[in-house]
């Protein structure tokens, strides 16, 4: 019996070395990505799905796992995968950030920024981000996030190999570049939310100069309240679905740059 266990050991423990090394990206990555790592997602529920990760990316990415060949190539392979998962997921978690961005920007200009409620954000955030960012989790959720995070996670190992450190340069400006993309997509989802502002107040101005008796404001307000709800129920599908798209170009290349 104890041969029998040795031998079981010995084709084992490569396995599970390697299974660690995967898990240490893994986990990192799940902890940021959109849905899987929301704070409203108790840590066991996240746990958990870390670990089913990472049972479906081993069996594609075990060969590429580097083996331990003292304590400091190990430190060196487990400080490395953590840092090459903290990399994926904080670009990952940069386009929850664009939603949360874009309804802060909508919410200012249509005057709703005031109205906050619970959700998905750790901090008190205006409604119309917590609906932008509900409804983009669950539409990328129901179109298969699953599938695609796990073959993101196969494919970042062309990118950052196992136990490499990305070089500095590189990921500085891959992050620049990932910073100016989300920033650049929340002001895009928010323009049309501007572009109504805008000319409510140009309307608004008109209105006072050519009655100043009037008081506008209390006429304008509820117009814009109102006019915004409405442009929200007509756009918010279409603005989704832009930032699945984005999403889904993330996705497909990390570190494309802004666009």
Known sequence: MIPVLTALSDLAGP??????????RVGAVAALAPAFGEQSVPARVRLAMALAFALAVLPAVAPLV??????????????????????????????????????????????????????VAAEPAPAVGHLLVLGGLALAATGGLHVRLALFLIESYDLIPAGT????GTLAEAGIGAIARSFALAFSLALPFVIAALLYNLLLGAINRAMPQLMVTFIGAPAL????????????PLLLRLWTGALDGVLADPFGGPG
């Open 165 to 168: 450190l990305p070089d500095a």
């Open 15 to 24: 396995w599970l070395w390697s299974g660690f090394v995967v898990f240490l």
């Open 225 to 236: 309240t109102g006019g915004a709800l409405a442009l929200l129920l007509l756009a918010a």
């Open 66 to 119: 580097p083996p331990a060949t003292g304590p400091v190539a190990t430190l060196r392979i487990c400080g490395a995968e953590v840092i090459a998962g903290l990399t994926y997921g904080i670009v990952l978690r940069l386009m929850v950030m664009a939603l949360q961005t874009a309804g802060s920007i909508a919410a200012q200009s249509i005057s709703l920024a005031q109205i906050a409620g619970g959700g």
